[in-house]
């Protein structure tokens, strides 16, 4: 009599255990899938940026003149339903450009770099934007110092 009560006792609070374990253990896959999505959606991000700086690096290099090139970037508002930043990486000895970095603003854990061609200097007063200023423009000058590259939000900035 003993045994298949106690059984029962066993069985039932090993099946609320579960229960109660379950969605924790759900939405802890959930969020990591969630996760993996956002860092591929960022590196796509990062990978356009770094490109559309290349493509205005050997634009800007072709010519022997000094020259000032700008791009359009059509980045989405939001990654994952989260508002991201897209950061130039450089060195902060030389300034010269090393890499893009696109991070939710929220959960900083989730990033994707992508890196820059060499050559590159990074106008640090506009390093870095965030995804809900609206327009972002990829800027390019090639002069005598060299050839530096910045981004530009909604607000207006001039080299």
Known sequence: MVAPLMSHL?????LIVLIFLMPFYYFYIVDNLNSEIAVR????????????FGNLYFLANSTSS??????DLSLPSSVQGEAFTVALLYDNVTLSGQSVEA?????????AVSWLLPGLNVDVLISSVQSD???????CV???TGTW???EGAESYAF
């Open 103 to 111: 991070r939710l603003r929220d959960r900083s854990n989730v990033y």
């Open 142 to 144: 090639s002069n005598a």
């Open 41 to 52: 959606e960022l590196k796509e991000i990062a990978d356009y940026v770094s490109n559309s």
């Open 133 to 139: 200023e609206g327009a972002t423009t990829a800027l």
């Open 66 to 71: 000094e020259v000032e090139l700008q791009k």
């Open 10 to 14: 066993i069985c039932s609070s090993a």
């Open 149 to 151: 590259v910045g981004l």
